[in-house]
T-cell receptor, first 115, second 115 residues
Framework: KAGVTQTPRYLIKTRGQQVTLSCSPI?????VSWYQQTPGQGLQFLFE???????NKGNFPGRFSGRQFSNSRSEMNVSTLELGDSALYLC??????????????FGAGSRLTVL | GESVGLHLPTLSVQEGDNSIINCAYS??????FIWYKQESGKGPQFIID?????DKRQGQRVTVLLNKTVKHLSLQIAATQPGDSAVYFC??????????????FGRGTSLIVHP
């Protein structure tokens, strides 16, 4: 089956602009999580969506937001971009079984460069 | 390819050697651990997992050891191959009081395999 698909793969923005990233999870997976990956901070959790609701949120400012649609596809948005937002943004999906922690399946990421 | 680990610990080995990658986790209440592998230009991929009621689990060429006393995980790769070159992350999962598991990722170790 198809994996997690993220678009766009690469994008360049300037400070003050906003950006929207898209993620299509594996078919049947209902949970979508977003991570920011930078060389200095590693993988940091942004938020998790399940059944169109934000279920968990990391420690990021309100400029970072997301949503999930009824087909489980998710988008994240970053407004008023700063240079420090340059990073690889990773989306991961999981079946979110009630039995406990699930393995995440990651997409290849969207590489954002802010100039 | 993507550069995701400019400041990571690095392990260099010769092809055919065994590799051991270590990880210290932070929360003694974490009860589920996963190792992920991230190749250049890709998102992290699941390698192997272990629950806290076990101290060892074996997969194909990989073994994970868990020492809860000192909060330490290790990933052993037997007969390391050039294709094993990647960044390796451990992730700890804390059973939530409510809601879902959100993994916390380690900083990662870059494994370089020389032919």
């Amino acid at each position: 089956k198809a994996g997690v698909t993220q678009t766009p793969r690469y994008l360049i923005k300037t400070r003050g602009q906003q950006v929207t990233l898209s993620c299509s999870p594996i078919s049947g997976h209902r949970s979508v999580s977003w991570y920011q990956q930078t060389p200095g901070q590693g993988l940091q959790f942004l938020f998790e969506y399940f059944s169109e609701t934000q279920r968990n949120k990391g420690n990021f400012p309100g400029r970072f937001s997301g949503r999930q649609f009824s087909n489980s596809r998710s988008e994240m948005n970053v407004s008023t971009l700063e240079l420090g937002d340059s990073a690889l943004y990773l989306c991961a999906s999981s079946p979110s079984l009630s039995s406990g922690a699930n393995v995440l399946t990651f997409g290849a990421g969207s590489r954002l460069t802010v100039l | 390819g993507e550069s995701v680990g400019l400041h990571l610990p690095t392990l260099s080995v010769q092809e055919g050697d065994n590799s051991i990658i270590n990880c210290a986790y932070s929360n003694s209440a974490s009860d589920y651990f996963i190792w992920y592998k991230q190749e250049s230009g890709k998102g992290p991929q699941f390698i192997i997992d272990i629950r806290s009621n076990m101290d060892k689990r074996q997969g194909q060429r990989v073994t994970v050891l868990l020492n809860k006393t000192v909060k330490h995980l290790s990933l052993q790769i037997a007969a390391t191959q050039p294709g094993d070159s990647a960044v390796y992350f451990c992730a700890e999962n804390l059973h939530p009081s409510g809601g879902s598991y959100i993994p916390t990722f380690g900083r990662g170790t870059s494994l370089i395999v020389h032919p």
